[in-house]
């Protein structure tokens, strides 16, 4: 079953009365509600991360750090660029008729973007803990803290999914 299958059979079980295209609008705008959120953390995190190339303190660090650096820098970009995507896609495709098959595109690049932006976040804290202090809890502490994203923004969300989607 494709993710639209399977949308539209939990959509049934719920008792919408949709048709496809209303379906694809709702499904849209609940997904452009959720890329805003995580849209804007990105871009503040990546305006955050340009800037600090730029300042005395970059000089000074060790190449593991700018190594680190430039990793979260990337992965930045990459998480910018595939929360944005969606709507590049939407003004691309917008009146050619294939909103439902747009919705799906999106959300694997918003769920892509999720992914990046967990990495990008973990990558800069890690390179803020080392900057701050060469203790050896640094990595405990970030691994600590990606078990909490992860907890929070995929186990939570899996189990619910799992426990609660009717098998109708």
């Known amino acids: 079953m494709n993710p639209g299958q399977a949308t539209e059979h939990a959509d049934r079980a719920e008792g ?16 452009i509600q959720e890329i805003r959120v995580t ?26 750090d700018k190594t680190i650096y430039l990793i979260t820098v990337v992965l930045g970009a990459l998480a910018t660029g595939a929360l944005i995507g969606p709507v590049a896609l939407h003004r691309i495709v917008s009146g050619r008729r294939i909103k439902p098959h747009a919705v ?16 990008t976040l973990t990558s800069a804290l890690f390179l803020i803990l080392r900057a701050a202090t060469h203790d050896a809890f640094v990595p405990w502490v970030v691994s600590g803290v990606l078990a909490w994203y992860l907890l929070c923004w995929f186990a939570l969300p899996f189990w619910a999914r799992r426990r609660h989607t009717s098998q109708d």
């Open 39 to 64: 849209q804007t953390g990105v871009q503040i995190l990546f305006g955050f991360l340009l800037t600090v190339v730029f300042t005395p303190h970059f000089q000074r660090l060790g190449e593991t």
């Open 16 to 31: 919408r009365r949709e048709t496809a295209d209303e379906r694809a609008d709702r499904r849209w705008q609940e997904l």
């Open 104 to 119: 799906v595109w999106a959300s694997r690049l918003t769920f892509t973007g999720i992914v990046l932006l967990l990495a």
